[in-house]
């Protein structure tokens, strides 16, 4: 069976990602797929940078602004409704575009990952949580160590939520954490891809476009933004994203609105150097630099490369 032909433009927040996406559908008769945890959710506009009402309505973008900020949507659950929408866009002849800095999201779909019944033991998660709490990260790791060392070895002991989901599904499945990940691939991808991914050589431009980005989410009304959400009731979903969390500490009066600002910028820099480690990882992204913001020269860079998925 023929693979579909996708284009999936990736990297770290601020970098370009959205216009690039626009561009390349208005080229290639194209729609865009979201791969973005947050833009899923409705409400959250400004702190998630999604696209304009303008881009939208010109190109369709899928997945996103769908969701109310109380429901909870897996990377199981992503990886479902992105693989209809995309076989949804092919069949009517046009190009799947996957754009997003979600790295997670991005790996599962396009790598056709498979996901099997998810198991939860709440009075297990709470008993490790204490653990954790009163043990400390560490000793949680030592638990999963015993079962499923490869997993534990690429954990950091901060990181308690995936400590506890790995020990969790070894006890309710008797399936280490690995196991299932080696057993999820097993099925090949019908997807034929072509990662784009935009960066930037000197890691200070791409900071100093965050800040900018930051200032620019402070003037569109974040702060207003994060109120409203207050309002409905949606708190527990906006204070768990980057920008809505900090704006929480100036409306509760933990910080001034400087401090949350400066935080804000400090916290999304941070994310970006995560994004950047994820996607770095994989070997297939053609990458270009983006320095310069010459988005002329950044475009046809990226058609030279569009040509071998287009034409082949």
């Known amino acids: 069976m023929d693979k579909i032909k996708i284009a999936a433009v990736v990297g ?12 390349l559908a208005r080229l290639h008769n194209g729609e865009i797929v979201s791969a973005d945890s947050m833009q899923i959710y409705k409400y ?25 900020p109380d429901r909870k949507f897996s990377v199981a659950d992503y990886v479902k409704a992105a693989s209809e929408t995309i076989t949804d866009i092919h069949s009517r002849g046009k190009l799947p575009i996957i754009a997003g800095g979600t790295g997670l999201y991005v790996d599962s779909l396009i790598q056709n ?4 019944e998810e198991t939860r033991d709440e009075a297990l998660r709470e008993q490790l949580a204490e653990t954790g709490e009163k043990q400390g990260g560490e000793a949680l790791l030592a638990i999963l160590r015993e079962f499923d060392p490869e997993l534990a070895n690429t954990l950091h002991p901060n990181n308690i939520g995936r400590i506890i989901r790995g020990i969790e599904v070894y006890k309710t499945t008797g399936k280490t954490m690995t196991q299932r990940q080696k057993e999820s691939r097993s099925v090949p991808s019908p997807y034929d891809c072509l990662y784009i991914g935009l960066t930037c050589k000197d890691r200070q431009i791409l900071y100093d476009r965050i800040d900018r980005r930051v200032d620019r989410m402070i003037e569109d009304g974040l702060l207003k933004e994060t109120e409203a959400l207050i309002q409905m009731g949606f708190s527990d979903t906006a204070i768990q994203a980057i920008g809505y969390k900090e704006m929480f500490g100036f409306l509760y009066h933990t910080c001034t609105m400087d401090e949350a600002v400066a935080h804000l910028k400090q916290q999304t820099r941070r994310y970006a150097k995560r994004q ?23 475009l046809k860079q990226t058609e030279k490369i569009m040509e071998f998925i287009v034409n082949k």
């Open 12 to 23: 770290p927040t601020a970098s370009g990602k959205t216009r690039l996406a626009v561009e």
């Open 44 to 68: 959250m506009d400004i702190g998630t940078a999604k696209p304009t009402e303008e881009e939208r309505k010109e190109i369709p973008h899928h997945l996103m602004d769908f969701l109310e």
């Open 113 to 116: 990952i498979q996901f099997g």
């Open 276 to 298: 950047l480690t994820w996607f770095r990882k994989n070997p297939e992204i053609h990458w270009i630099e983006t320095d310069d913001g010459c988005f002329e020269r950044i």
